[in-house]
């Protein structure tokens, strides 16, 4: 709006929205906290991106980390004791994953293969994260566990993005598209965890971003 990024709630039963702060020169990518009273967030100030938390009750912002590296795409673990997220603060240049206490405290690099690394999803079992990795053979769609170990990489391709976990973490869906020519579509991708089982999930037409919500009652 307006040529601005800015982060909205939007009420599915009464279409009302309401904007979420007005501070910093963008709000993107927000996630809601396990218990839904609280919404992670990055505000860009400068040339970086700081994390932060905004209580839905009170209104009250709390800044997780500094704006001198850009830290985006935070992701709450299922108990929301701790929240991954990617951030080019070791220097390289390179989008690293990292994991820190809830409060922002004990930040630590659990991402060291070849490649930049985004878009970080925490199971709803907790025991492991999927990532977006770009590198030499193009992006991949992959796992590792959430102090860094165990990675493997489920689907590679041209361009794949997206991932995000169906509600009992056995089940990743992700986007992928082929090289643009005539009649190329971006399509819906599931695949197990343990990389087996893809199967393309019929849309109309082009489809992209998939986010699985969870159990409705």
Same mark, same amino acid.
């Given at each position: 709006?307006?040529?601005?990024? @800015?982060?909205?709630?939007?009420?599915?039963?009464?279409?009302? =929205?309401?904007?979420?702060?007005?501070?910093?020169?963008?709000?993107?990518?927000? =996630?809601?906290?396990?218990?839904?009273?609280?919404?992670?967030?990055?505000? #860009?100030?400068?040339?970086?991106?700081?994390?932060? @938390?905004?209580?839905?009750?009170?209104?009250?912002? #709390?800044?997780?980390?500094?704006?001198?590296?850009?830290?985006?795409?935070?992701?709450?673990?299922?108990?929301?004791?701790?929240?991954?997220?990617?951030?080019?603060?070791?220097?390289?240049?390179?989008?690293?994953?990292?994991?820190?206490?809830?409060?922002?405290?004990?930040?630590?690099?659990?991402?060291?293969?070849?490649?930049?690394?985004?878009?970080?999803?925490?199971?709803?079992?907790?025991?492991?994260?999927?990532?977006?990795?770009?590198?030499?053979?193009?992006?991949?769609?992959?796992?590792?566990?959430?102090?860094?170990?165990?990675?493997?990489?489920?689907?590679?391709?041209?361009?794949?993005?997206?991932?995000?976990?169906?509600?009992?973490?056995?089940?990743?869906?992700?986007?992928?598209?082929?090289?643009? @020519?005539?009649?190329?579509?971006?399509?819906?991708?599931?695949?197990?965890?343990?990389?087996?089982?893809?199967?393309?999930?019929? #849309?109309?037409?082009?489809? #992209?971003?998939?986010?699985?919500?969870?159990?409705?009652?």
């Amino acid at each position: 709006e307006a040529n601005r990024p @800015r982060v909205f709630l939007f009420d599915l039963q009464t279409g009302a =929205r309401a904007l979420v702060g007005a501070f910093g020169e963008m709000t993107i990518g927000p =996630r809601f906290s396990p218990d839904g009273s609280a919404l992670l967030l990055s505000v #860009t100030r400068g040339g970086g991106a700081a994390i932060m @938390r905004y209580d839905l009750g009170s209104r009250r912002m #709390t800044q997780l980390t500094d704006a001198s590296s850009i830290n985006v795409t935070p992701c709450y673990s299922p108990d929301g004791s701790k929240i991954v997220f990617n951030s080019d603060r070791d220097g390289a240049g390179n989008q690293q994953l990292f994991v820190m206490n809830a409060d922002g405290s004990n930040v630590k690099r659990i991402s060291y293969g070849n490649g930049r690394y985004a878009e970080p999803d925490w199971s709803p079992r907790g025991d492991v994260i999927a990532f977006t990795r770009l590198g030499s053979g193009g992006f991949s769609i992959g796992v590792m566990q959430p102090d860094g170990s165990g990675e493997r990489i489920l689907s590679q391709g041209y361009l794949e993005e997206g991932s995000t976990f169906c509600p009992n973490g056995r089940v990743i869906m992700f986007y992928r598209q082929t090289p643009l @020519r005539v009649g190329d579509l971006s399509h819906l991708v599931t695949i197990d965890t343990d990389g087996f089982n893809e199967r393309i999930t019929p #849309t109309p037409t082009n489809a #992209t971003d998939p986010s699985w919500s969870p159990l409705l009652g």
